[in-house]
């Protein structure tokens, strides 16, 4: 059997620019991937593509804001103009919002708006712009979801409950798109990403916490231990899978 690779796949990855997207967008060029980094800001995107490049990756950026559908439609069509088609949609960016603390009570509603256009109708436009593309190319569309939106998220209300949306939406794309020969997948990372650095440098004792949770006994490096998961479910290695949502997260969701 040969190892997992992404030889000849065209990805289409969101927020590839920083943290877990980044880390994932690298690993998947290293894996053969040809990558289109769809970014907010533009020095990212050049700066992550400039990096796959220069190690002999093929890769283009886009300016994407995840909150406006023409510039969802845009970076699918770029995609598709450049190589050709599509393989793989890897919705991934999120808010800063999703970093934030607190009961629902004193959480205020500009929160709730900006998780809800970047994970959940963010996820449905780009869905909606792929699946033709996915559908010829035998593809696969992968959701980041989070383990908020799977257990109980007393202190993130607003996150878990975008993040469940986006979980039940895969599913139900996955029932849907099956017969067609589209995959569809959730990923459930838990990783160190620059918003949650911020938040253990702020609260450390929350960060001792979310240690102690987790059996492996550490969070997730992402591109040792979140980047290659997301390689698998990108690689035909994963071709029948579909439906369901992959979790690493060292052990701390090992009951669900």
């Known amino acids: 059997m040969s190892a997992i690779d992404c030889v000849g796949r065209t990805v289409l990855i969101t927020g590839a620019g920083s943290g877990l997207g980044r880390s994932m967008a690298i690993a998947l060029a ?29 890769a283009i950026w886009v300016e994407c804001d995840v909150r ?41 509603d500009g929160v709730w708006e900006q998780l809800a256009a970047t994970n959940l109708r963010a996820s449905f436009w780009f869905a909606k712009a792929a699946f033709p593309h996915l559908k010829a190319a035998g593809g696969t569309l992968i959701l980041l979801t989070s383990g908020r939106g799977i257990e109980a998220a007393g202190i993130q209300p607003e996150y878990g409950a975008t993040k469940a949306g986006v979980r039940a939406f895969a599913k139900s ?19 160190i990403t620059p918003a949650y650095e911020a938040v253990f440098e702020q609260l450390p004792e929350w960060a001792a916490t979310i240690r102690e949770t987790v059996p492996l ?40």
């Open 30 to 58: 290293e894996a053969g991937a040809e990558i289109v980094a769809a970014v907010r800001r533009p020095e990212t995107g050049v700066e992550v593509v400039d990096e796959i490049v220069a190690a002999g990756g093929k």
């Open 68 to 108: 406006e559908q023409d510039q969802i439609k845009n970076a699918v069509a770029k995609t598709v103009e450049h190589f050709g088609k599509l393989d793989v949609m890897i919705s991934n960016a999120t808010s800063p919002a999703s970093a934030l603390q607190g009961e629902l009570d004193v959480l205020d």
């Open 173 to 191: 794309l996955a029932a849907e798109w099956g017969p067609q020969g589209v995959t569809v997948n959730c990923l459930s990372p838990a990783g």
């Open 217 to 256: 006994g550490r969070v997730g490096d992402p591109m040792k231990d979140i980047a290659p998961v997301m390689v698998f479910l990108a690689s035909t290695a994963a071709q029948f899978i579909t439906g369901q949502t992959i979790t690493a997260t060292g052990g701390r969701t090992m009951l669900l």
